[in-house]
């Protein structure tokens, strides 16, 4: 299903773009037609696409189940296993080498695939570094790393891609801080950084890409959530858990009347929680403070949070007794007060 998705946003686009170019000219409509492109001042076609895939192909050093056997010129490159191909252009428009045991790494040549679209390699044991080549890659909207040995910095050449939705490094070795050329990224809906090794504070630039509706940023080292995060309206999903968060909870934060799951869970945040943090939080199905050093008293109007369904407050150091409103979340499934110095019936 997703698959399609990305593609008939391709589909959608060439026709948009086929009828502006043939308003303005008709040679242009006719370049389009036969899938040209540029890449610096270099035409592309099919067979780019093709030496871009075999240079991929020589930089695989493992394929245990011997899927690349089609990856041949004997067949046609649309039909290698792996390869979607445009239904307009036939150019490749995604390369989902997923779940294929594949180790090896990235060679520069993937920058001239101009047509693509979806670049989705998750679960493999792709190591090294990006190429910067791959910023070439204008009409980008899905890349996923997720789950190989990629390390060094997240390059600043992420920026550069006009189209990108989604964005997927979980399960990686990346390091040092978020570039703040991510600020680029303006059609961005979901990030996940999530388990790597990067620090520091998240880049206020975030704070730009106001199409962001998901955050995962889960075990890392990040310090500091900048309070620029609250001009994403229409975040529904922050995950910061397992971080060095510290200081107080950002009142921006629990002021985002759009999120659903907020998840700050283990890190060394203290203070106390604003008594009607629930009075912006309309919405909020997920809230997972536990494993910090929160104190003072539980707020007192956690009923308003009235969508709840998941409530962990545990290993803290909140004081006094539950409000007895908590029972009139009905909707509740798991509610965590444990460890905490709490007192009363
Ligand atoms: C890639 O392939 C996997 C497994 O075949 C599939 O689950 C996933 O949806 C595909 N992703 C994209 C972006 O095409
Ligand atoms: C692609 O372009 C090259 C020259 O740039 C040409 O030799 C080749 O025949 C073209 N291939 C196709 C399939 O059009
Ligand atoms: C290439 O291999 C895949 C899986 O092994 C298969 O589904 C596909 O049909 C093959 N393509 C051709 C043209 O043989
Ligand atoms: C493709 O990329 C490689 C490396 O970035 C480059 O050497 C090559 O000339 C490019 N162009 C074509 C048409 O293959
Ligand atoms: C992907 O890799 C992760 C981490 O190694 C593992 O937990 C997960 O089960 C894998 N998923 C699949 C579908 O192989
Ligand atoms: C930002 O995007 C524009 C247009 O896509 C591009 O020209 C520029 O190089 C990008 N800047 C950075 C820092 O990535
Ligand atoms: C991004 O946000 C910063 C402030 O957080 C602002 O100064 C800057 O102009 C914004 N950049 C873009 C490209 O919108
Ligand atoms: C992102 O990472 C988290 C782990 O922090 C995982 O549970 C979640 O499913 C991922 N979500 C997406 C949309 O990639
Ligand atoms: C919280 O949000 C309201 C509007 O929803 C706004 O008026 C107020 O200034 C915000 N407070 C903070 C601290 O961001
Ligand atoms: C927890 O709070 C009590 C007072 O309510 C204080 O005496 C105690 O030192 C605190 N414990 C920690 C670990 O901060
Ligand atoms: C909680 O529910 C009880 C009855 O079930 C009601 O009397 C009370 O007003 C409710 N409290 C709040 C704060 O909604």
Redesign the pocket.
């Known amino acids: 299903m997703k698959n399609t998705s990305w593609l008939e946003g391709t589909c959608l686009f060439s026709v948009l773009m086929e009828r502006s170019r043939f308003l303005l000219s008709i040679t242009l409509l006719l370049v389009h037609h036969s899938s040209i492109c540029t890449v610096g001042a270099t035409q592309t076609n099919i067979t780019t696409d093709q030496s871009a895939l075999l240079a991929l192909k020589s930089h695989i050093t493992s394929d245990p189940h011997n899927i690349l056997v089609n990856w041949s010129t004997t067949t046609s490159v649309c039909n290698w296993v792996g390869i979607t191909c445009g239904a307009r252009h036939l150019r490749v428009a995604s390369l989902n080498l997923s779940y294929m045991s594949f180790t090896g790494t990235i060679p520069p040549h993937l920058g001239n695939l101009s047509f693509l679209v979806a670049l989705s390699f998750k679960n493999n044991s792709f190591h090294g570094s990006l190429p910067h080549e791959l910023s070439y890659l204008r009409r980008l909207k899905l890349i996923s790393f997720r789950f190989n040995n990629f390390m060094g910095s997240i390059p600043s050449w992420f920026g550069s891609f006009p189209k990108l939705q989604s964005f997927d490094l979980y399960g990686n070795q990346f390091s040092g801080t978020i570039p703040s050329t991510i600020f680029n990224l303006s059609t961005l809906q979901d990030i996940n950084l999530s388990a790597n090794k990067l620090s520091g504070v998240i880049p206020r630039e975030i704070g730009n890409l106001t199409m962001l509706k998901e955050i995962y940023l889960d075990s890392n080292n990040f310090n500091e959530i900048p309070k620029e995060i609250?001009f994403l309206h229409q975040l529904e999903k922050l995950y910061v858990q397992l971080n060095a968060l510290k200081g107080p909870v950002p009142?921006?934060v629990v002021?985002m009347?759009s999120l659903t799951e907020l998840t700050l869970y283990d890190n060394s945040l203290s203070g106390g929680l604003p008594d009607n943090i629930c009075q912006?939080l309309p919405s909020l199905q997920i809230l997972n403070l536990g494993r910090n050093q929160f104190d003072g008293l539980l707020p007192s109007k956690l009923c308003h949070c009235r969508e709840l369904l998941f409530l962990n407050l545990e290993e803290n150091n909140f004081s006094g007794s539950i409000p007895k409103n908590i029972g009139n979340l009905t909707m509740m499934k798991l509610l965590s007060l444990g460890y905490n110095t709490l007192t009363g019936n």
């Open positions: 609250g009142v921006v002021n009347s912006h």
